[in-house]
């Protein structure tokens, strides 16, 4: 049983390097291939997960040294997943920030192009011009 737990976690971390090392690449699109066999494989390694669960007194009784193995090989999976969400974290903030570049860029280069000030686009309220001075003498 832990045997194929730790199979299932084994080929679920390679898919997440793999996957980790392409986004870090910035080869998002390719990075993201292969989520449908991560989805596959997160599935496999959860059902796994469960059934060792629901015997895990037996399994400590029986066999604590391939449980104490496991639980470190589970911690280091842990620190696999932890990489690999701040390297997504890390493309998604990045891609965001060219999107709002990129937005902000289109929205200059569509504001109306004026003589005099600066672009002021219609509706744009004038500065307040200076008062008017009347001499009662002439």
């Known amino acids: ?14 898919c997440l390097e793999a996957e980790t090392a392409l986004i870090g690449a910035g080869r998002i699109r390719d990075g993201l291939a292969e989520e449908a066999r991560k989805s596959e494989l997160s599935g496999a ?3 796994r997960l469960q059934e060792a ?10 066999a604590p040294p ?26 998604r903030a990045v891609s965001e920030g060219l999107i709002r570049g990129l937005s ?13 000030l600066p672009s002021r686009g219609p509706g744009a309220v004038a500065p307040a011009a200076a008062p008017l001075v009347f001499s009662g003498r002439f």
């Open 104 to 116: 902000e860029a289109v929205e200059r280069e569509a504001r109306p192009k004026l003589y005099g």
């Open 66 to 91: 391939a449980l104490a193995a496991f639980r470190s090989r589970q911690a280091a999976f842990e620190r696999v997943m932890e990489r690999n969400q701040t390297v997504i974290a890390t493309a």
């Open 53 to 62: 669960k629901a015997n895990v007194v037996a399994l400590a009784r029986l």
């Open 1 to 14: 049983m832990l045997a194929a737990l730790t199979g299932a976690l084994t080929e679920l971390e390679a």
């Open 45 to 47: 390694y959860v059902l």
